[in-house]
């Protein structure tokens, strides 16, 4: 039973991320491409993630944890360039 909703609570944290990240896309300005078919198409990015929970509770045993806190760095980074 524990893992069944372990199971639909993943689902749910896939189709918000998705559900996110498809509200977030964004076209490329002025960057149309042709591909081999002939068929103009316009690039697409995908614009920020949401801001992670930084919550020592959730985030301690999450597996994810390595990969959120690469993803952050990165963006703090970035963040610094630009200033």
């Known amino acids: 039973m524990m893992q069944q909703i372990c199971i639909t609570g993943l689902i749910q944290l896939r189709n918000e991320l ?9 076209k490329m300005d002025g960057a149309e491409t042709v591909d ?13 993630l949401p801001d992670p929970l930084n919550s020592e509770r959730t985030c301690s045993n999450c597996e ?7 993803y ?8 610094i360039i630009q200033f």
Not at 18 to 26: D, G, H, K, T
Request: charged share 10%; with cysteine.
């Open 18 to 26: 998705a559900f996110y990240l498809r509200q977030s896309l964004e």
């Open 36 to 48: 081999n078919s002939g068929i103009d198409s316009v690039p697409w990015t995908i614009g920020s």
């Open 72 to 79: 952050q760095q990165y963006v703090d980074f970035l963040n």
């Open 64 to 70: 994810q944890l390595i990969n959120c806190s690469l």
